[in-house]
């Protein structure tokens, strides 16, 4: 794969976001409307480092793109 293909360009702009974020997108390219994901939480306890995977999805058909990210951003913020 070229460094400037449009494949290679997408997977490096996924990696920044998840690495951003914490948030692991799930392709669901039966359902366009659907967005599926993890969050990795990271707790330290005692020395320790601790890591919780949450799922979750929106069905984003009846919200703005706005919604739809204020909604990932609210679970990322109540995990914490």
Request: hydrophobic share 40%; glycine share 2%; proline share 4%.
């Given at each position: 794969?070229?460094?400037?293909?449009?494949?290679?360009?997408?997977?490096?702009?996924?990696?920044?976001?998840?690495?951003?974020?914490?948030?692991?997108p799930?392709?669901?390219?039966?359902?366009?409307?659907?967005?599926?994901?993890?969050?990795?939480?990271?707790?330290?306890?005692?020395s320790?480092?601790?890591?919780t995977?949450?799922?979750?999805?929106?069905?984003t058909?009846?919200?703005?793109?706005?919604?739809?990210c204020?909604?990932?951003?609210s679970?990322?913020?109540?995990?914490?």
């Amino acid at each position: 794969i070229g460094f400037s293909t449009p494949l290679y360009l997408c997977r490096k702009k996924l990696s920044m976001y998840a690495c951003v974020t914490k948030v692991i997108p799930e392709a669901d390219v039966n359902d366009p409307f659907k967005i599926s994901a993890c969050i990795l939480f990271f707790f330290h306890f005692s020395s320790s480092l601790y890591i919780t995977i949450e799922k979750f999805q929106l069905e984003t058909n009846e919200m703005s793109a706005y919604e739809s990210c204020n909604s990932i951003w609210s679970i990322i913020i109540n995990k914490q």
